[in-house]
């Protein structure tokens, strides 16, 4: 018997390193965070239908479970939705020309997205797109 528990995604966690750094990143995605979030080891913005997405700092992840602090790049990957082709366009060439990498460059993807990938500053990636 298979019951349904019920469950719904609530939050997407991101574990960073330098939370400034972070917040930076994020921001030129065009994601808000409280003002003086710079300094909390853990901070949250509700993305558009609800979700919540959170930052936490590596140190302080592993204060109280040092086994699950992942480590190397590409731990996991965040997808945002923009409004438009130009708006991905927009948004890559904002990320990338503050230095953060380009995995992917803006191209028209066969299955009717303009599609985008970038790397936050601890390597994680982040999907651009816009559905034609």
């Known amino acids: 018997m298979n019951e349904s528990i019920g469950a719904e995604l609530d939050m997407i966690g991101i574990v960073v390193t330098d939370m400034s750094r972070s ?3 994020y921001r030129l995605v065009g994601l808000e965070f409280a003002e003086g979030a710079e300094d ?3 901070v949250e913005t509700t993305l558009r239908g609800g979700i919540r997405l959170a ?5 302080m992840v592993e204060g109280f ?3 699950a ?7 996991m ?3 945002f939705r923009l409004p438009s ?9 904002r990320i990338t020309d503050a230095g953060h990498g380009s995995v992917l460059d803006p191209f028209d993807a066969p299955w009717g997205q303009r599609y985008a990938t970038v790397r936050d500053p601890d390597g994680s990636s982040l999907d651009l797109f816009a559905w034609a």
Do not use: C, I, N, Y
Not at 55 to 59: A, C, N, T
Not at 69 to 75: H, I
Not at 85 to 92: E, G, M, R, T
């Open 40 to 42: 909390s080891p853990h």
């Open 85 to 93: 082709a130009a708006a991905v366009d927009d948004a890559w060439k």
């Open 77 to 79: 990957s965040v997808a």
């Open 65 to 67: 479970h040092p086994d």
């Open 69 to 75: 602090a992942p480590t190397g790049q590409g731990r």
């Open 23 to 25: 917040l930076a990143f």
């Open 55 to 59: 930052l936490d700092l590596q140190s």
